[in-house]
């Protein structure tokens, strides 16, 4: 069987190859602490279940409307108007199965074979997949350490061309955990509606911010018919399999995202939207207690990789990743990460995974028990002691 070409520039997400390794190796009976995958290790909250579950026995097992439901549209565009200040109906919505497709989607309908794309790296693998696979030109926005893993926006300035079609952000940002601050958001603004390019703001992980107030590029002057606000459900409500995200989007843009849902998967499950309904109107006491759990894994984890030498990490402000630099152990991120797996039984996922810019640095997840956490930083302390 002959791929297409276009199937060799498609790239993966690396934390599923790490993962399937791990179980490979804990059926060998190791004993493997995973730190891999980006996902709330709690159980989706109980009512946010039984919605589902009444809504399977209420018959939501059919086709629906492709861009969703107009209840659950409405409810998002109302929670968009609440939590961001930003003046958007249901019309501006799109649901879909997880978050992923809105960005697979946008790629889609936006970006032409030779259109220049501007990403974060390191940043979400599937970004630069995705701008590769349509055809479009890469163009990386160095994260640095040095600016708490944030970009220099006279050097993204620099990079703007007559090709420049669309533009990248992720506050907070996976897998650097960093925050833009909002004097650069309105900078990126700026650039944005100086140069005439679309902005995709990757939102994803708005709900897992430990220090002060989550700010959208959208809410800037102009910015509101350029920009492409991605969120879902899977972080903040740990709902990773129900796969529900969605899009909020200039009017123009909803119809042909519609269409291409209709041609790739005709709809998200009537089901899991009226749990996602659920998860918004009802309460909130399970995912606020979890945010708080996490902040206190943060600290534990961030204390211990500083407590190791030839380790140093920064505190990140948001997301649930710690993504420290390993320079100082003499060896590559993808040799730390390989034998760290191999030899003590922690899985995490090496940086350039995450781009060329990621080199240098591991990420490590911190959703996992906080005792979970300590014995990991104990077999990763050994780990380097010996290595070193």
């Known amino acids: 069987m002959r791929l297409a070409q276009r199937m060799t520039r498609l790239g993966t997400e690396t934390a599923f190859e790490v993962l399937a390794k791990a179980r490979l190796l804990e059926a060998e009976g190791m004993n493997v602490i995973h730190l891999e995958i980006g996902e709330p290790d709690f159980d989706s909250p109980s009512n946010i ?16 409307p492709s861009p969703g439901f107009t209840e ?40 032409d074979e030779g259109d ?37 926006i006279d050097e993204v300035e620099r990079s703007i061309t007559s090709r420049t079609k669309l533009m990248i952000v992720n506050s907070p940002n996976n897998p650097c955990g960093s925050v833009i601050a909002r004097d650069d958001l309105e900078r990126l603004a700026q650039l944005a509606v100086k140069h005439d ?43 990773t399999g129900w796969r529900i995200g969605y899009g909020v989007m200039p009017i123009e843009l909803v119809e042909p995202i519609s269409r291409l849902v209709t041609n790739s998967v005709s709809c998200t499950a009537g089901f899991t939207q009226m749990a996602a309904l659920e998860a918004l109107n009802g309460a909130r006491d399970d995912v606020h207690s979890m945010v708080a759990e996490f902040k206190k894994r943060r600290s534990i984890i961030v204390d211990g990789l500083n407590s190791i030498k030839g380790i140093r990490c920064q505190l990140p402000k948001g997301a649930f990743y710690a993504f420290p630099n ?19 039984g922690v899985a995490c996922l090496s940086g350039e995974s995450f781009g060329e810019f990621g080199e240098g640095f591991v990420r490590f997840s911190f959703a996992n028990s906080a005792e979970n956490i300590e014995t990991a930083l104990d077999r990763i302390e050994d780990f380097v002691k010996k290595a070193v």
């Not at 961001?84 to 978050?99: I, W």
């Not at 997949?129 to 160095?142: H, K, L, Y």
């Not at 320079?327 to 003590?344: I, N, Q, V, Y």
């Open 197 to 239: 390019i679309a902005v995709l703001s990757d939102e994803i992980y708005s709900g897992f911010l430990y220090e002060g107030e989550h700010h959208s590029i959208s809410t800037f002057p102009n910015m509101r018919e350029r920009t492409i606000i991605l969120d879902g459900f899977s972080k903040s409500y740990a709902m």
């Open 326 to 344: 390993v320079e100082g152990t003499g060896m590559s991120s993808r040799k730390f990460a390989d034998e760290l797996l191999t030899e003590a």
């Open 116 to 152: 220049e794309v501007l990403y974060p790296n390191p940043g979400f693998p599937i970004y630069e997949s995705m701008i590769d696979f349509m055809g479009g030109v890469p163009v990386p926005m160095q994260l640095y350490e040095s600016r708490d893993f944030n970009i220099d």
């Open 49 to 64: 279940v039984q919605a589902g579950k009444t809504a399977l026995d209420d018959g939501y097992t059919h086709y629906g």
């Open 72 to 111: 659950l549209r409405d409810r998002i565009a109302q929670e968009i108007r609440d939590t961001r200040g930003l003046h958007v109906v249901g019309d501006n919505v799109v649901v879909t199965p997880g978050g992923k497709p809105i960005m697979f989607f946008l790629i889609m309908a936006l970006v």
